[in-house]
Each structure stands twice: as C-alpha cells, then as structure tokens.
C-alpha cells in the first residue's frame, strides 16, 4: 500500500511569487492534514479536512495560504504572495479516523524556501 | 495553551550509549503520547505510542512510559547505534484530532 506522497519535495521561490505544494494521502483516509515547520521550531499544525471540508483551519497563519481538497482525494496549499518567514518544511498526514487515540500516517514533506 | 517541551539538542552520543530524550506535556484531559522519528532524507514516523497512564510504548529497543503525575513521557534506549541518528519528536493528540509537536532533539550517534 502506497503510503502518503508529496509533491514537488523541495521548492525555491523568491519573495512575493506562488508555490502550490500537493499532498496525496493513504487511500480511504477520509483525513487529512497540514503541518508546517520552521527551522528549530516546532512542527505545527495547519489545518484539517475531513474528505473535502475543512475540519479545522485554526492553525493557518494568514490569508496568504489557501488549502484545497477537491473530491476529497488529494489536497493542495496553496502560498500567494510567498514571504521570507514561509519557509520551511510542511509535512501533510492522514489518518482513517479522527481520534485522539489515531495515529497519522507522514508524507517526506516539501521544503519550501523563500528568497 | 497545550504544548510539548522537550530536550533541546543537539545530542551526541557514542555507540552502545544510553539514551534520554526528556518529554513534558501540557494538555487538557490525558490524550495519547507519541514519540516520531524523521530519519536523514525521509519523512516522519511513529516510533512509539501510549494510550493512558503508566502505558508503555516500545519499538526498536526503544520506550517510554506515560507518567500521569508528571505529565511526562521521556524516551530511552539502552544502547544507542549509529542508525539511531535522526531528530526525535515528541507530540501528543489534541482535541480535535491534530498532533502537537515538540521542537524535535537531534541525536547524533558516533561509532
């Protein structure tokens, strides 16, 4: 079974251009999730879907990012304009349940460095 | 707020060494515990979990135990091996079914 992919794994852009990083989940995981973290900092959540609806979009930093999940397949964050403090890794999860008991299966992540 | 304080690295240790990574939570309830792995070049992975109090979770000769009255849920290995090197991240459930993370100890392990 194939396990959580992203796309692309690393990505430079200079200041004020748009990134869209793809996250494809674990087949029949209605859940999913973004994380993001900055350089020695700790991971942090972003935002949850359950198949196409945003569960929970508290984490979300501002309205530069725009997270997608149409269909309820695969999702995609969108970052437009990028700044400089919006680097970093994001890591996108999922999960067959919601549960504080579930684990969340990882995507590698998608490095994301603004110049 | 809920939040994970865990031991800042970086850590270096020689082969066969014993290893502490110290865990700390605040959390609202008792959610379950989580220690991941992220090995050089790859992505995250459970390393181990427990469910409820005094709970052990164990996997590659790796544990922790979650210590209720601590709040605590400190990682140990008797004899560390060079392919132990990679960052360790302690984390918990949240409430509405996201994980929250500590910053992550870098262990460097040398033969």
């Known amino acids: 079974e194939a396990g959580v992919t992203q796309f692309p794994s690393h990505s430079v852009i200079e200041k004020g251009q748009t990134v869209t990083l793809r996250c494809d989940p674990i087949?029949?995981?209605?859940?999913l999730y973004w994380y993001r973290r900055v350089m020695g900092k700790e991971i942090k959540f972003l935002l949850h879907f359950v198949k196409e609806s945003k569960q929970d979009e508290s984490g979300m930093p501002n309205n530069r990012f725009l997270a997608e999940r149409t269909g309820g397949t695969y999702s995609t964050l969108k970052v437009q304009p990028a700044e400089l403090e919006d680097s970093g890794v994001y890591f996108c999860a999922s999960s067959q349940f919601i549960s504080v008991w579930n684990e969340q299966f990882f995507g590698p992540g998608t490095r994301l460095t603004v110049l | 707020g809920d939040s994970v304080t865990q031991m800042e690295g970086p850590v270096t240790l020689s082969e066969e060494a014993f290893l502490t990574i110290n865990c700390t939570y605040t959390?609202?309830?008792?959610?379950?515990l989580f220690w991941y792995v992220q090995y050089p070049g790859e992505g995250l992975q459970l390393l181990l979990k427990a469910t409820k109090a005094d709970d052990k979770g164990s996997n590659k000769g790796f544990e922790a135990t979650y210590r209720k009255e601590t709040t605590s849920f400190h990682l140990e290995k008797g004899s560390v091996q060079v392919s132990d090197s990679a960052v360790y991240f302690c984390?918990?459930?949240?409430?509405?079914?996201?994980?929250?993370f500590g910053k992550g100890t870098k262990l460097s392990v040398k033969p």
């Open positions: 087949s029949g995981h209605d859940n």
């Open positions: 959390a609202t309830g008792y959610p379950s």
């Open positions: 984390a918990f459930g949240g409430s509405q079914g996201n994980l929250i």
